[in-house]
């Protein structure tokens, strides 16, 4: 069982930064237990779409074309903290971020660096809150 806690949303004018970040317990990632984690996006009305995701044991990353040079996906050192860095931010960028995340086997990392959709995974925070200003 993983729990995710999601921090860091608040209300920016468009151009502004954010950054998020996603407490993984117990862990994402050792030895033997690896994850694909993600960002999601939810704008109001619409369906979630991943926004970012990234393999717990390294060396995979994946970014749609909308956020591509925009966000930057993270983990730190310990494996139990996933950031999502967010310039540039526009208004379409407002609505509900979750983390996400999925044990793969250790040498499935290659999956998390490929589009996923929200049926993949399944563990998820409670989001938190993006808004952009024009």
């Known amino acids: 069982q993983v729990q995710l806690v999601e921090s860091g949303g608040d209300s920016v004018q468009a151009g502004g930064s954010l950054r998020l970040s996603c407490a993984a317990s117990?862990?994402?990632?050792?030895?033997?237990?690896?994850?694909?984690m993600a960002w999601f996006f939810q704008a109001p009305g619409k369906e979630r779409e991943e926004v970012a995701g990234?393999?717990?044991?390294?060396?995979?990353?994946y970014y749609p074309d909308s956020v591509k040079g925009r966000f930057t996906v993270s983990q730190n050192s310990a494996k139990n903290t996933m950031y999502l860095q967010m310039n540039s931010l526009k208004p379409e960028d407002t609505g509900m971020y979750y983390c996400?995340?999925?044990?793969?086997?250790?040498?499935?990392?290659?999956?998390?660096?490929?589009?996923?959709?929200?049926?993949?995974?399944?563990?998820w925070g409670q989001g938190t809150q993006v808004t952009v200003s024009s």
């Open positions: 990234i393999f717990s044991g390294g060396g995979y990353t």
């Open positions: 117990p862990a994402s990632g050792t030895t033997d237990t690896v994850y694909c």
């Open positions: 996400a995340a999925q044990r793969v086997v250790v040498n499935g990392g290659w999956r998390c660096g490929r589009p996923l959709s929200r049926t993949d995974f399944g563990y």
